[in-house]
C-alpha cells in the first residue's frame, strides 16, 4: 500500500490549487476507516500538520490555513484532496499527505507548492 500525492505547482499569490493523494493498493474498507492528513515542509523548518480528515469526516485545521484551505476525501476512490485558495507565499512548501493504514504509518512522497508574489 502507498500513499501517491499529487497536483502541486507554480502559482501567483491569491490563487488556488488542489492537491489529491490516493491510496494505491488499499481496499476500501480499510481507506475508509482511516484518519488521513495533510502535512508541509517548508525549506528548513519543521514538518507540520495542516489539516486532518477522519473516517466520519470530521476535519480540522492549523490556524495559518483556516478559511483557506479545505480538506475533504472520496472513499470510493481512495483519494484525500486538500483545495488550497487564497494561496500566499508564506504557504510555499512541499506537502505530504500520511495517514495509518494496515497498522502502519505511510507517507505520500511530497508535492511542491511555490507561491509566486
Known amino acids: 500500500v502507498q500513499l501517491q500525492a499529487s497536483g502541486g505547482g507554480l502559482v501567483q499569490a491569491g490563487g488556488s490549487l488542489r492537491l489529491s493523494c490516493v491510496a494505491s493498493?488499499?481496499?476500501?474498507?480499510?481507506?475508509?476507516?482511516?484518519?488521513l492528513n495533510w502535512y508541509r515542509q517548508a525549506p528548513g523548518k519543521q514538518r507540520d500538520l495542516v489539516a486532518s480528515?477522519?473516517?466520519?469526516?470530521?476535519?480540522t485545521y492549523d490556524e495559518a490555513v483556516k478559511g483557506r484551505f479545505t480538506i475533504s476525501r472520496q472513499n470510493g476512490k481512495k483519494k484525500i484532496f486538500l483545495q488550497m485558495d487564497n494561496l500566499s507565499p508564506d504557504d510555499t512548501a512541499v506537502y505530504y499527505c500520511a495517514g495509518r493504514l494496515y497498522g502502519r504509518d505511510l507517507w505520500g512522497q511530497g508535492t511542491q507548492v511555490t507561491v509566486s508574489s
Open positions: 493498493g488499499a481496499i476500501l474498507s480499510e481507506f475508509s476507516g482511516s484518519d
Open positions: 480528515i477522519n473516517s466520519a469526516g470530521a476535519v
